[in-house]
């Protein structure tokens, strides 16, 4: 069973930065597509980027140039947040799925069959 969890939410001023890390665990295989959505109050859950095993990373507009994605060795992705926004402010998961990512595309979430538990980020 996959399991995801995710660090490294709090609280920060605008223009600040963060560092959310997530770990996985439960899983064999090392073709799952890995990304991290973002839900604030009263809104759907928006993805934000997607990470396949090619290769190819897409990004969503709203943070395109401000966030990046990457593989810490072995089960451990980080989400890099730069030049936070309080836009930017809501509870962040960690997701997994067995996805063909096409580039330029971020699947929807119910595409991802394992979600981490989520942390919060918080920025005024």
């Known amino acids: 069973h996959v399991q995801l969890v995710e660090s490294g939410g709090g609280s920060v001023q605008a223009g600040g930065s963060l560092r959310l890390s997530c770990t996985a665990s439960?899983?064999?295989?090392?073709?799952?597509?890995m990304g991290w959505f973002r839900q604030a109050p009263g809104k759907e859950r928006e993805g934000l980027v997607a990470?396949?095993?090619?290769?190819?990373t897409n990004y969503a507009d709203s943070v395109k140039g401000r966030f990046t994605i990457s593989r810490d060795g072995g089960k451990t992705f980080a989400l890099q947040m730069n030049d936070l926004k309080p836009e930017d402010s809501g509870v962040y998961y960690c997701v997994a799925g067995l996805i063909d990512l096409l580039r330029g595309v971020i699947p929807r979430a119910a595409a991802f069959n394992y979600w981490g538990q989520g942390t919060q980020v918080t920025v005024s």
């Open positions: 439960g899983y064999t295989r090392s073709n799952y597509c």
């Open positions: 990470m396949g095993t090619d290769g190819i």
